[in-house]
């Protein structure tokens, strides 16, 4: 930690006045012993969060942009956060490392057997359809010929492919509204509001946040 001095200006106070400065070293001393004592849970909670709304917003307007498969890979961090962040003293931080890694379908069961509710199974087939993605993070994926990456926003939009050639291909796809749905289930579940998360964003980011999202008032103030 630094010393006093040292955070003062890490503040930008400079020169503050006896009463100022032993509010400052109240709050630098708190820091110091939060430091010590390492995150609480709910520090963890928040970082992990404000992360994987980050990369929510991000994966959103990366297919915003037809940016594909790397889309599908950011939504894919996306919901492997959310559901760490639901897991937060469930899971340690060392299995969420070392155990669960980045395998969303072994986090979405854990949280499954943690919620024990039925209704969660209806997310079973976009977890599954996001967790592919997971291969096309690798370069000798993205340039496999018999793999086809789609960009589909609502279920109404898919086109359903016929023929021979079509059951040869290795189809990535998932609905991004079926993506919403999730995120924001796992976001109530965990007692967290969405709009805590989504306050300094820029009007591009409440544009990649709102287009085509059913939840987008959710989250935007």
């Known amino acids: 930690m630094k010393s006093f001095e040292e955070w003062l200006k890490s503040q930008q106070v400079e020169n503050p006045a006896p009463e100022e400065r032993a509010v400052w070293k109240g709050f630098y001393d708190e820091a110091c012993a939060r430091a010590a004592s390492g995150p609480t849970e ?8 404000d992360l994987a709304t980050q ?8 297919a915003m942009a037809q940016l594909t498969p790397v889309y599908g890979n950011l939504v894919h961090h996306a919901v492997e956060m959310f559901l ?7 899971v340690s931080l060392e299995d969420m490392k070392s155990k669960y890694v980045h395998n969303i379908k072994k986090l979405w069961d854990r949280f499954k057997a943690e919620e024990t509710d039925p209704a969660l199974d209806q997310f079973d087939a976009v977890i599954s359809a996001v967790d592919a993605f997971e291969d096309l993070r690798y370069p000798d994926k993205i340039f496999d010929t018999a793999i086809n990456v789609n960009l589909t926003w609502q279920a109404g939009d898919a086109v359903q ?3 021979t050639a079509a059951s040869q291909t290795k189809k990535f796809e998932f ?6 749905d999730l995120v924001i289930e796992i976001m109530g579940r965990a007692g967290l509001n969405p709009k805590f998360f989504t306050g300094s964003l820029s009007p591009r980011g409440r544009e990649a946040l709102e287009y085509q999202n059913s939840h987008a008032s959710a989250w935007l103030g």
């Open 84 to 90: 760490k962040t639901a897991l937060v003293g469930v």
């Open 42 to 49: 709910d520090d963890l909670r928040l970082r992990f969060c």
């Open 175 to 180: 609905f991004m509204s079926h993506v919403d």
């Open 161 to 163: 492919v016929f023929g």
């Open 55 to 62: 990369y929510y917003v991000a994966g959103r307007s990366a």
